[in-house]
């Protein structure tokens, strides 16, 4: 559970992070608390026993701060989500738009090798360009099929 505290001199508020055992200056497996300020972001460590001497009260609704924040990771993982979906859609809708760019992409893919038999029954390769007016076509089906399955699913 995530617990919120308030200095009580300064007024500002934290947010405890975890507790850990110190290795260092402080007084060696002494348990101390790491804790980030709501104000600026910083982290802070302190001896348990110091933070706990009065120096600091503790919030209540620290429940309903928690399922808030629980609450905006999920809404900016499904932002991020809505950003890339946006992104794929506007890619693929630029693929799909007729243009220089487009044009030149398709017409190498909509080029297809055939045999055929000339009246001497002599066969041939012959190579068959779909013209770029019935790609566009194509393509415009494609868009319209996609906003109508679109306007379903809205």
């Not at 302190?46 to 706990?52: G, I, M, P, S």
């Not at 009246?119 to 390769?125: A, L, R, T, V």
Request: hydrophobic share 35%.
């Amino acid at each position: 559970m995530l617990r919120r505290w308030k200095h009580l001199k300064r007024g500002t508020t934290y947010v405890e992070d975890s507790r850990a055992i110190a290795s260092s200056d402080i007084k060696e497996e002494d348990t101390v608390i790491v804790y980030t300020s709501e104000q600026d972001g910083r982290q802070w460590v302190r001896e348990k026993d110091q933070f706990l001497d009065g120096r600091f009260e503790e919030l209540e609704g620290a429940d309903e701060y928690d399922s808030y924040q629980k609450v905006l990771e999920s809404l900016n993982r499904a932002n991020e989500n809505l950003a890339r979906a946006h992104k794929r859609i506007a890619n693929l809708e630029y693929a799909l738009t007729p243009s220089n760019d487009t044009k030149i992409a398709y017409s190498a893919e909509f080029i297809f090798d055939c045999i055929f038999i000339d009246d001497n029954g002599d066969y041939h390769d012959k190579k068959i360009l779909v013209p770029w007016t019935t790609i566009k076509e194509i393509m415009a089906e494609i868009l319209e099929f996609a906003n109508e399955k679109k306007a379903v699913l809205k």
